[in-house]
């Protein structure tokens, strides 16, 4: 079976940066769509960003273009999210999720097939 396991967050300054990482094991990850999803209590959990299995097309929320930058290492089945100039307002449990080849690379979180337990990102002064 698929698992995933994210590791890189902490505490951050404001304009700081973080990166997060994603280790899959189980099966090779060029089979995957790779994403990355936040959610902090009581809320919604929201895309954040998606990369394709060779990495040629990505997908990011407005919220973070410009700032965040996803990108996968298929040799080391690893997906990376680098999160620069971070905010008060990016703080959240940051999710990694691969979803199986076949479709379009999706936005909707019901559309991946697997999911990590979280990695905690707090940008506070």
């Known amino acids: 079976q698929v698992q995933l396991v994210e590791s890189g967050g902490g505490l951050v300054q404001p304009g700081g940066s973080l990166r997060l990482s994603c280790v899959v094991s189980g099966r090779p990850i060029i089979n995957y769509v790779m994403g990355w999803f936040r959610q902090n209590p009581g809320k919604e959990r929201e895309f954040v960003s998606a990369i394709s299995n060779f990495g040629g097309s990505i997908l990011s929320a407005d919220s973070v273009k410009g700032r965040f930058t996803i990108s996968r290492d298929n040799a080391k089945n690893t997906v990376y999210l680098q999160m620069n100039n971070l905010e008060p307002e990016d703080t959240a449990v940051y999710y990694c999720?691969?979803?199986?080849?076949?479709?379009?690379?999706?936005?909707?979180?019901?559309?991946?097939?697997?999911w990590g337990q979280g990695t905690q990102v707090t940008v506070s002064s």
């Open positions: 999720a691969a979803r199986l080849l076949g479709l379009p690379m999706p936005r909707d979180m019901k559309e991946y097939d697997y």
